[in-house]
């Protein structure tokens, strides 16, 4: 659509309506005989069979190329959402991975640390009970 609001499918129309007017009106106008009249507007009907004809064609090849270039850009877009959707799930599996690892490691440590408080209440309960039995005896 241009700046005007006129598509070019109206202005075709209306170029095309308005020659059929000039045509029929010349034709009408003109001193000619009825036979000249008649192969006039033969001729003239036939000219613009072709013309139609080829303003057809070439619509539908035009057609034809921004249908071929649409299938184009939505395979091009359909493969770059489906690589980034590939990419957001390679991350999202990387970051499950990585806190699996920190939560696992986490566990680890602190399992650890209770492990050796435990030790470090068991020396000193036995250290408390050997100073008892001394303090005993």
């Not at 490691?105 to 100073?131: G, L």
Request: net charge neutral; hydrophobic share 30%.
């Amino acid at each position: 659509m241009s700046k005007d609001g006129i598509n070019s499918k109206d202005f075709l129309i209306g170029t095309l309506i308005g020659g059929i007017i000039g045509a029929t009106t010349a034709l009408f106008l003109a001193p000619k005989s009825g036979k000249e009249l008649r192969d006039d507007l033969g001729s003239q009907a036939s000219a613009l069979k072709d013309k139609t004809d080829r303003m057809t064609a070439d619509a539908k090849e035009k057609g034809s190329q921004y249908v071929s270039i649409a299938k184009d850009k939505t395979s091009n877009i359909t493969q770059l959402v489906a690589d980034q959707s590939g990419q957001i799930m390679n991350k999202v599996k990387d970051l499950k991975d990585r806190s699996k690892s920190t939560l696992t490691e986490k566990a680890e440590e602190t399992r650890s640390e209770m492990q050796d408080t435990a030790q470090s209440i068991k020396n000193e309960a036995e250290e408390a009970a050997e100073t008892a039995g001394q303090a005993n005896r």
